[in-house]
């Protein structure tokens, strides 16, 4: 049964992208009941209450649009990994202890046969923006000021965003 939990907040961690996400996914199986993980870096703006609207149970694996390009998520646009999927990926002591772990996800999902999808929704880059009129979950690579931005476009909706450098500054 699909009861389209996800859970994506866990305050006491501090996983470093470097390391595998299956010790991030075995930590989340044994303190969270959730049908599926949403995994993302630190400098993506994802809006959380449209997280929701991805998931599908059609799948095990839902990634940006890397998953048709090379086989795997960017891990900074975010993915989502079923929780059936997480427990077998856990359960695999091969996997390299280091390295881009949104890769060594996406490959060892592909090697257990897992149903691969990518959403447009997420964004592993600023590409595409989340803002109130549209239905955009994240997007990627934002420093401060973008997060700032993006910020302003989901309370404010679309405007238009300009870089200028003023002549004295």
């Not at 599926?36 to 599908?56: A, G, N, Q």
């Not at 891990?75 to 997480?86: D, E, I």
């Not at 990926?89 to 999808?117: F, H, M, N, Q, W």
Request: glycine content about 8%; proline content about 3%.
């Amino acid at each position: 049964f699909f009861k389209q939990k996800t859970a994506y907040e866990i305050k006491e961690c501090d996983w470093s992208s470097d390391v595998c996400s299956s010790d991030l996914f075995s930590y989340t199986l044994r303190h969270y009941d959730a049908d599926w993980l949403f995994k993302c870096d630190d400098d993506t703006y994802v809006v959380l209450d449209r997280l929701s609207s991805i998931p599908s149970s059609r799948y095990d694996l839902i990634g940006d649009e890397s998953v048709d390009t090379r086989g795997a998520p960017s891990g900074g646009a975010g993915y989502f990994v079923s929780t059936a999927l997480a427990a077998r990926i856990c359960s695999d002591r091969t996997l390299p202890a280091i390295g881009a772990e949104d890769l060594v996800i996406g490959r060892a999902a592909a090697a257990k046969g897992a149903r691969l999808a990518s959403s447009t929704l997420l964004c592993k880059g600023r590409a595409r923006l989340p803002s109130s009129v549209n239905a955009q979950v994240s997007c990627h690579w934002c420093n401060p000021l973008a997060l700032g931005v993006v910020h302003d476009l989901m309370i404010h909706g679309e405007g238009r965003v300009i870089r200028a450098v003023h002549r004295v500054w």
